[in-house]
């Protein structure tokens, strides 16, 4: 499985961004797809996720501002990152696993910039 994310850039505070993940490969297996970031001298952490049958989940500090969605015929998870501030700031990078997450795949970070 392959994972392609793109979208990130430079927003000033307020602002909104889509994330894109398009997944490729052997997805058949594929039990959900999540989004994680990484700011400067972070730890990686969990943003948002979803299964396959829509149910997604966020965490706390985004609730309310960031929607994960999912275009299964497209193989595509999205990010949309409303009302962005400076800590939202983060390389975002797309997951993928299997059930009983047997294997997990990365893609590439996509750096968020958010100015103040």
């Known amino acids: 499985v392959q994972l392609q994310a793109s979208g990130g850039g430079l927003v000033q505070s307020g602002g909104s961004l889509r994330l894109s993940c398009a997944a490729s490969g052997s997805i058949g297996n594929i039990n959900g797809m999540a989004w994680y970031r990484q700011a400067p001298g972070k730890g990686r952490e969990l943003v948002a996720s979803?299964?396959?049958?829509?149910?997604?989940s966020a965490a706390n500090s985004v609730k309310g501002r960031f929607t994960i969605s999912r275009d299964n015929a497209k193989n595509t998870a999205y990010l949309q990152m409303n009302t962005l501030k400076p800590d939202d700031t983060a390389v975002y990078y797309c997951?993928?696993?299997?059930?009983?997450?047997?294997?997990?795949?990365w893609g590439r970070g996509t750096l968020v910039t958010v100015s103040s």
């Open positions: 979803i299964f396959n049958d829509g149910t997604a």
């Open positions: 997951n993928a696993w299997t059930e009983g997450l047997e294997y997990e795949y």
